[in-house]
T-cell receptor, first 114, second 116 residues
Framework: AQKITQTQPGMFVQEKEAVTLDCTYD???????LFWYKQPSSGEMIFLIY??????QNATEGRYSLNFQKARKSANLVISASQLGDSAMYFC???????????FGAGTTVTVRA | GAVVSQHPSRVICKSGTSVKIECRSL??????MFWYRQFPKQSLMLMAT?????????EQGVEKDKFLINHASLTLSTLTVTSAHPEDSSFYIC????????????FGPGTRLTVL
């Protein structure tokens, strides 16, 4: 079974608008961590934001926020005030328990239009 | 802090040759490093987990004799693609984990391998 599901292969967003990238996960471990990474065309993986399973508050980092709905097992990424430089592929990933290993979703390509 | 480098960034080789890719954690010690493979517009596929001083743990379907991994020190892991063939052409990315924090992985910039 897929541990991380990203159902949006590609999305277009107008500059300065917000965009939500969906991510659902599947785990039976009560302790887990959820990550979002950005991969521009250069290929580097850029860490954006982290949410721990026991965190009470939704994580935020600048223009990035994570909408964590534990009961629904979803961890959607919201990018506010999109910029042209946000055009990239975005991956949701999960770490379970004390394991450092990450399970990645299929990714969502975001294209920001001027 | 938490910088991971990879060398080379690009390599083109002839079919049948071996290629070595280095992954270094520059400012921290990494007891565990990971090697991923990524095809165009696809997700990262974990190939193996590399632990310093011990044998790598390979994911199902990854040939350990084809992809040799050595983690000789706390700051260096190498991936050697032996007898490379065109189907081995891919983007190879390493990451290193550091204890503490989120237990997050820090990624190298990747190596694009083209086998002619």
């Amino acid at each position: 079974a897929q541990k991380i599901t990203q159902t949006q292969p590609g999305m277009f967003v107008q500059e300065k608008e917000a965009v939500t990238l969906d991510c659902t996960y599947d785990t039976s471990d009560p302790s887990y961590g959820l990550f979002w990474y950005k991969q521009p065309s250069s290929g580097e993986m850029i860490f954006l934001i982290y949410q721990g399973s026991y965190d009470q508050q939704n994580a935020t980092e600048g223009r990035y926020s994570l909408n964590f709905q534990k009961a629904r097992k979803s961890a959607n990424l919201v990018i506010s005030a999109s910029q042209l430089g946000d055009s990239a592929m975005y991956f949701c990933a999960m770490r379970e328990g004390n394991d450092y290993k990450l399970s990645f979703g299929a990714g969502t390509t975001v294209t920001v239009r001027a | 802090g938490a910088v991971v480098s990879q060398h080379p960034s690009r390599v083109i080789c002839k079919s049948g040759t071996s290629v070595k890719i280095e992954c270094r954690s520059l400012d921290f010690q990494a007891t565990t490093m990971f090697w991923y493979r990524q095809f165009p517009k696809q997700s990262l596929m974990l190939m193996a987990t590399s632990n310093e001083g011990s044998k790598a743990t390979y994911e199902q379907g990854v040939e350990k004799d084809k992809f040799l991994i050595n983690h000789a020190s706390l700051t260096l892991s190498t991936l050697t693609v032996t007898s490379a063939h065109p189907e081995d052409s891919s983007f190879y990315i390493c990451s290193a984990s550091r204890t503490g924090g989120f237990n997050e992985q820090f990624f190298g910039p990747g190596t694009r391998l083209t086998v002619l």
